[in-house]
């Protein structure tokens, strides 16, 4: 009895598997980059926007570390351990904030909070519920703000930690 109707797969010649042993792929592309090297502008401008967003954050975090030293009034190794960690804490309390924010999950109680002090003025909100979702939906923050903030709060942690442990009575 012959078997007519079903082919196995083995048996199937196709232009997928290579019969000969040998595989050719073609390279055109090494990962992102194009044939000729150069970066295309979408890449070098997302490029440009993290360093520029680094480098912001960089500055937001001296900031910071000067308002703390003067804050406390305290230069000592203490008192810059304790600016260092409330450089952590704030850096990744803001880049938690803009996770939860494109994650819709702080959306209800935003929304709520929005109506009620609309309505207490007398206002209406101008959208419902589900287009608020939707508009943060389509206009999410790009990830590599709360990327960067994220990274710059693990960096500042090293010499916090570092810091905290030669304090330390």
Same mark, same amino acid.
Do not use: H
């Given at each position: 009895?012959?078997? #007519?109707?079903?082919?196995?797969?083995? #048996? @199937?010649?196709?232009?997928?598997?290579?019969?000969?042993?040998?595989?050719?792929?073609?390279?055109?592309?090494?990962?992102?980059?194009?044939?000729?090297?150069?970066?295309?502008? #979408?890449? !070098?401008?997302? !490029? @440009?926007?993290?360093? !520029?967003?680094?480098?912001?954050?960089?500055?937001?975090?001296?900031?910071?570390?000067?308002?703390?030293?003067?804050?406390? #009034?305290?230069?000592?190794?203490?008192?810059?351990?304790?600016?260092?960690?409330?450089?952590?804490?704030?850096?990744?309390?803001?880049?938690?904030?803009?996770?939860?924010?494109?994650?819709?999950?702080?959306?209800?109680?935003?929304?709520?909070?929005?109506?009620?002090?609309?309505?207490?003025?007398?206002? !209406?909100?101008?959208?419902?519920?589900?287009?608020?979702?939707?508009?943060?939906?389509?206009?999410?923050?790009?990830?590599?703000?709360?990327?960067?903030?994220?990274?710059?709060?693990?960096?500042?942690?090293?010499?916090?930690? @570092?810091?905290?442990?030669?304090?330390?009575?």
């Amino acid at each position: 009895m012959k078997n #007519d109707k079903f082919k196995f797969v083995n #048996d @199937i010649e196709s232009d997928i598997v290579d019969q000969s042993g040998k595989s050719e792929v073609k390279k055109e592309f090494i990962g992102e980059q194009p044939k000729n090297g150069f970066i295309d502008e #979408d890449e !070098r401008s997302k !490029r @440009i926007e993290v360093i !520029r967003m680094a480098i912001i954050m960089f500055i937001i975090s001296a900031a910071i570390f000067v308002f703390a030293l003067i804050w406390q #009034d305290d230069t000592s190794l203490m008192g810059i351990c304790n600016a260092l960690w409330l450089i952590v804490i704030m850096e990744f309390f803001i880049g938690w904030m803009m996770l939860m924010n494109n994650m819709n999950i702080l959306s209800p109680f935003v929304f709520g909070a929005k109506t009620f002090a609309k309505m207490l003025v007398g206002k !209406r909100m101008n959208s419902d519920y589900y287009t608020y979702i939707k508009t943060k939906e389509d206009n999410p923050i790009p990830k590599y703000y709360y990327w960067v903030c994220f990274i710059g709060s693990f960096i500042s942690a090293i010499p916090a930690t @570092i810091l905290l442990f030669i304090v330390r009575p």
